[in-house]
């Protein structure tokens, strides 16, 4: 819900299940509302209240950035794609809401798999359909450990918010 004040400052407020308080966010004249919702997911994400498919959409940023920086030199899954899968393992389980918990426990490998699909499709290495699918496989089982790794330091995370959630409600 968005209302605008008299000296133009709109006020931007969460509607999720838990009340939360009004933030002023300042808003020069004629702001249109995409960039208020924009503002409203930036303040979102420093908290533990971002839904599902804005956890997805998170993930699919930081895999495209690293995609890109991969990209850049050699086209192979490397450095840049596995920070940034890592990065989103142990941030999306942090930031997703209880609800969706589960959502982001399962996406670091397949962002792994996306992310090879991607780089054997526009690396420009392989001509047909059956090479991109082979480079695929082998490239996934090349990347094993950062498949595991990335799968377990997310279950890592989302089993510490499920205890830390359990121990508050039982206080």
Known sequence: MTTTVPDSTVLVQDTTAAPAPVAAVPAAEGTPAAQVAW??????IGTTDLSGPGVVALGV???????SVDLVGEPALGMGTGIAVVLFAIVGPAVVRYGSLLTAAVLPPLFVGAAAGGLARLG?????????V???GTTLALSAPLVFGATAVGLLVTLVRVGRTVVQRRS
């Open 124 to 132: 420009g290495q392989n001509s047909g359909s059956r090479e991109v």
């Open 39 to 44: 503002l409203r997911l930036v303040r979102r």
């Open 134 to 136: 082979l480079d695929v």
């Open 61 to 67: 940023l930081l895999a495209s950035v690293g995609v």
